[in-house]
C-alpha cells in the first residue's frame, strides 16, 4: 500500500514539475488538479469564484495569460477547466463534506519559480526525464511536491469519508512566490466557515529526512511595492532647465526609503531591490522604474513601513516636480502557529518512526502566503498551524539545481492524513 501511494506521488510530482507554471498561469496545473478532484467526488470552487478578481496582486497581462493558457491546452490540458480560468483566476479549492464538524482547511501551494532549470545530466529531472519544459520557469522550492501531496492526501480522505465527521475543505493555492496569490482567495470565499487550517513545506528549515518541524512562528507580514516616475525629457546640454529629471526623483526615493526610522515595536525591513531609469547620457531622463518591498515582524508594523514608504516616494515627486503612480504587487500578513494545534501535530509525528527528529516550533523570520490564510482563519476565531517536514536536498530552494528527497511527500501525506484523522474522526 505504502509503495502505491508513493508511485502517485511520484506520477504527479513529476508531471507537475516537467510542465511548471509560474504565479496566475498554473492553468494546466488548475486543470489536472479539478479533474481529478472532481473523479473523487469533491464539490469544487474554481475561477472568478476562487480568486477575487480586486484582490489579485502582480497578475500577468492579458496577452501573457492567453499565451499560457494556450500553453496548457498543448500540454494536455482539459479545455472545460482551462476555460473557467481566462484572466489568470487558477485558485482552486475542494469540499469534501462528511457531516455535521468542523471545517478542517489545508493550503498547497501550486506555482512554480521564474528560473531555468539546470540542464546538467548529473541533475536528476533531466536524468529521469522530467525537467522542465518550460523555459525560464522551474519548480524550485517543492511547490510541485505540495500539489502531488494534496492529491493524494484527497484520495485518502475520500475512501475515508464514511469515518469522518464534519467538512475538508482542500486550498490549491496559485502566486504563493511573490505573496500575491492568498489575499484574492480569502476575499473569495475560501476561508468561510473555517476553524482550522494546516499548511505545510518540504525542507526550508527542516533540512533533511526525519525531521518534523509542528509549528512555525515569527512569519513577517510584507508589502510589494512598484513604483513608476514621470518626468519631462530635454537636451540636457542645452536645455536642461526644461526636463523633469525622473531618474533623480527615484534616487532621491531610494536613499530616503532606506532611512526610514526602525520601530520600537518590533523588526522590521525595507529594501528597494531594482531601478530602471533614463534613456540617453544626453537626455534628461524622463522615466523611472523601481521595485521596493516592506516587512515587518507584525502586520501593524509592515502596515508603518509602508504609509512610511507611500509617503517618502510622494514626498520625492514632488520635490522634482514629477508623476508619479505606485502599485501593489504583493503582500500577506504576519503569522503565529497555535500551540494547541502543534501539540497535536507534534504527537502524531512521534508516533511515526520515520521522524527521527520532532520539534515543536520554529521561527521562520520571512514571508510565506500561508500566513494570510493562518491569520485569517485566527481572527475568526479559529486555529492554524504550519508544519516543515524534512526532505534531504539536492541544493537549496529557489536554485536551478533544486531537487527534493521524493519520499517526503510520503510521510508529508501520512502525516497530514493523521492529523485530519485525529480532528474528525468519529
Known amino acids: 500500500m505504502t509503495e502505491q501511494i508513493l508511485a502517485e506521488l511520484l506520477n504527479f510530482r513529476r508531471d507537475f514539475h516537467r510542465y511548471p507554471e509560474s504565479g496566475w498561469t498554473e492553468f494546466r496545473t488548475t486543470a489536472v488538479i479539478a479533474k481529478r478532484l472532481t473523479e473523487l467526488g469533491y464539490d469544487i470552487t474554481m475561477g472568478e469564484q476562487a480568486t477575487s478578481k480586486n484582490q489579485m496582486m502582480g497578475v500577468p497581462d492579458e496577452q501573457t495569460l492567453s499565451t499560457h493558457q494556450e500553453r496548457a491546452l498543448e500540454q494536455g490540458a482539459d479545455a472545460c477547466y482551462v476555460s473557467k480560468m481566462t484572466g489568470g483566476h487558477t485558485g482552486l479549492w475542494a469540499d469534501l463534506n462528511c457531516g455535521d464538524g468542523p471545517t478542517v482547511a489545508l493550503r498547497f501551494d501550486i506555482d512554480a519559480n521564474d528560473i531555468t532549470e539546470v540542464q546538467d545530466s548529473t541533475h536528476r529531472p533531466v536524468k529521469e526525464g522530467f525537467a522542465s519544459e518550460n523555459p525560464g520557469v522551474m519548480h524550485a522550492c517543492g511547490h510541485d511536491g505540495h500539489a502531488a501531496v494534496g492529491l493524494v492526501l484527497a484520495e485518502l480522505l475520500a475512501k475515508d469519508r464514511s469515518r469522518l465527521q464534519g467538512n475538508i475543505r482542500l486550498i490549491f493555492q496559485p502566486a504563493e512566490e511573490g505573496v500575491r496569490g492568498a489575499r484574492a482567495m480569502a476575499a473569495a470565499g475560501a476561508l468561510t466557515n473555517v476553524e482550522y487550517i494546516l499548511g505545510f513545506h518540504l525542507g526550508f528549515q527542516a533540512e533533511r529526512t526525519g525531521i518534523l518541524i509542528a509549528g512555525t512562528g515569527d512569519f513577517l507580514a510584507t508589502t510589494k511595492l512598484n513604483v513608476w516616475y514621470e518626468g519631462v525629457p530635454s537636451h540636457a546640454g542645452a536645455y536642461p532647465e526644461k526636463g523633469k529629471n525622473a531618474l533623480l526623483a527615484a534616487c532621491t526615493a531610494a536613499l530616503n526609503l532606506h532611512a526610514i526610522p ?145 519520499r517526503s511527500m510520503l510521510h508529508a501525506t501520512e502525516l497530514l492524513y493523521k492529523v485530519i484523522k485525529a480532528m474528525l474522526v468519529k
Not at 359 to 380: I, L
Open 262 to 406: 526602525r520601530h520600537s515595536g518590533g523588526a522590521t525591513r525595507i529594501t528597494v531591490g531594482t531601478l530602471k531609469a533614463g534613456q540617453g547620457r544626453n537626455i534628461t531622463p524622463p522615466n523611472a522604474y523601481f521595485e521596493l518591498e516592506t516587512r515587518g515582524i507584525t502586520s501593524e508594523l509592515d502596515d508603518y513601513m509602508r504609509r512610511e514608504a507611500e509617503r517618502i516616494i510622494q514626498a520625492a515627486a514632488l520635490t522634482w516636480d514629477i508623476k508619479y503612480r505606485i502599485e501593489t504587487a504583493g503582500g500577506t500578513k504576519s503569522g503565529e502557529s497555535n500551540p494547541e494545534m502543534a501539540d497535536l501535530i507534534e504527537r502524531e509525528a512521534a508516533a511515526m518512526p520515520v521522524f527521527t527528529e520532532v520539534r515543536k516550533r520554529s521561527s521562520f523570520g520571512a514571508s510565506e502566503d500561508y500566513a494570510h490564510f493562518m491569520s485569517t482563519v485566527q481572527e475568526q476565531g479559529g486555529m492554524g498551524s504550519y508544519i516543515q517536514v524534512g526532505a534531504d536536498l539536492a541544493s537549496g530552494h529557489h536554485t536551478s539545481r533544486f531537487d527534493f528527497d521524493e
